[in-house]
């Protein structure tokens, strides 16, 4: 898509602060959203998941937050350490079987020490 | 558990050169699989998928190609490299909806470690 083009967008966190990294996804039908985190070098690797009955749901340091009216995907970091520095990317399935998720255009979280 | 392997890691090929990337996946079988290209610093641009043995869906239209020889192993490859093919290769993998015996959700796709390509 015409997102895979673009140049990441950043956000930069004081180590220790609050981290929300956010996406919007496109298709009302999807049922199933995921966050990935991809650091320098390596591939995207599983954060936490979410389906589409749920508005919320907690992780290790990390919480998902679904809204369904307005489309909205957010991804909370608590505490942020200097390993949470990385590439972040929303991807959701739009409910059909055995077909590809849809990736967002990711978010580059940068944790100043 | 289930792992997934690709090779090399890293390629440097020049420009008109031949191609071929391997993914194979261990620990699952009749898995779907994926091949993926993010360019530095951009998204991930879905290449290929395949749900089953011989069986490729195309999303870009590209000098690239992909086969699936056997359930657990999908091949990238490409006749004669262009500089615009550089990048970093991602291979996915994810099992089929209704799949049991495994944790987490069927949707869930699972990356590989990757494959830098350099063409000069």
């Known amino acids: 898509g015409e997102s895979v083009g673009l140049h990441l967008p950043t956000l930069s966190v004081q180590e220790g602060d609050n981290s929300i990294i956010n996406c919007a996804y496109s298709?009302?039908?999807?049922?199933?959203f995921i966050w990935y985190k991809q650091e320098s070098g390596k591939g995207p690797q599983f954060i936490i998941d979410?389906?589409?009955?749920?508005d919320k749901r907690q992780g290790q340091r990390v919480t998902v937050l679904l809204n369904k009216t307005v489309k909205h995907l957010s991804l909370q970091i608590a505490a942020t350490q200097p390993g949470d520095s990385a590439v972040y990317f929303c991807?959701?399935?739009?409910?059909?079987?055995?077909?590809?998720?849809?990736f967002g255009k990711g978010t580059r979280l940068s944790v100043i020490a | 558990s289930q792992t997934i392997h690709q090779w090399p890691a890293t390629l440097v090929q020049p420009v008109g050169s031949p191609l071929s990337l391997e993914c194979t996946v261990e620990?699952?079988?009749?898995?779907?699989l994926y091949w993926y290209r993010q360019a530095a610093g951009r998204g991930l641009q879905l290449l290929f998928y395949?749900?089953?043995?011989?069986?490729i869906s195309s999303e870009v239209p590209q000098n690239l190609s992909a086969s699936r020889p056997q359930d657990r192993q999908f091949i990238l490859s490409s006749k004669k490299l262009l500089l615009s093919d550089s990048g970093f290769y991602l291979c996915?993998?994810?099992?089929?909806?209704?799949?049991?015996?495994?944790?987490?959700?069927?949707?869930?796709?699972?990356f590989g470690p990757g494959t830098r390509l350099l063409v000069l």
């Open positions: 395949s749900v089953g043995i011989g069986q």
């Open positions: 979410i389906r589409s009955n749920m």
């Open positions: 996915a993998w994810s099992r089929k909806q209704g799949a049991q015996g495994l944790a987490g959700s069927w949707e869930t796709q699972y």
């Open positions: 298709n009302s039908a999807s049922d199933y």
């Open positions: 991807a959701e399935n739009m409910g059909a079987g055995n077909t590809p998720l849809v």
């Open positions: 620990g699952t079988s009749n898995p779907n």
